[in-house]
């Protein structure tokens, strides 16, 4: 079994849809292991986004992602990490198709509802940074 960490963005949180995007996940058969709600701070999202910290947008990020606290969850399920990737749909929310999680919820690249891991090693790294081995219950 896989497992993927899952940031659900401010935007998402400010929409008040959480709970539906957790009952996507939940419904394609995958299991929260963790879970935490916490605000982002500058150290964590400079860690987390080092491939674009140097980037003229990265300021845009740090700023969206420390908005508001953040909801951030651990699924585990058979090839989870692709798996969630397809329910969101790409990164643009604009160029989501409709019935993907990004499609009907998101708005642009930045407001697209939910971070997912990219890959088991992503997914490993992420899992480390944002919870201790005694947080994770499965």
Request: with cysteine.
């Amino acid at each position: 079994m896989e497992k993927s960490l899952i940031i659900v963005k401010p935007d998402c949180l400010e929409q008040g849809r959480a709970g539906d995007v957790i009952a996507r996940f939940e419904k394609a058969g995958f299991e929260i292991v963790a879970g935490k709600m916490f605000r982002l701070t500058p150290e964590l999202l400079r860690t987390h986004y080092a491939h674009v910290a140097d980037k003229p947008f990265y300021p845009e990020i740090e700023t969206f992602m420390s908005s508001r606290p953040v909801l951030v969850l651990i699924l585990k399920g058979e090839a989870v990490i692709d798996r969630v990737r397809e329910l969101l749909g790409p990164t643009d929310s604009q160029a989501a198709a409709p019935g993907t999680i990004r499609g009907d919820l998101g708005t642009d690249k930045m407001k697209n509802v939910v971070h997912a891991s990219d890959s088991p090693e992503t997914a490993a790294a992420e899992i480390k940074r944002f919870f201790r081995s005694d947080e994770v219950f499965g």
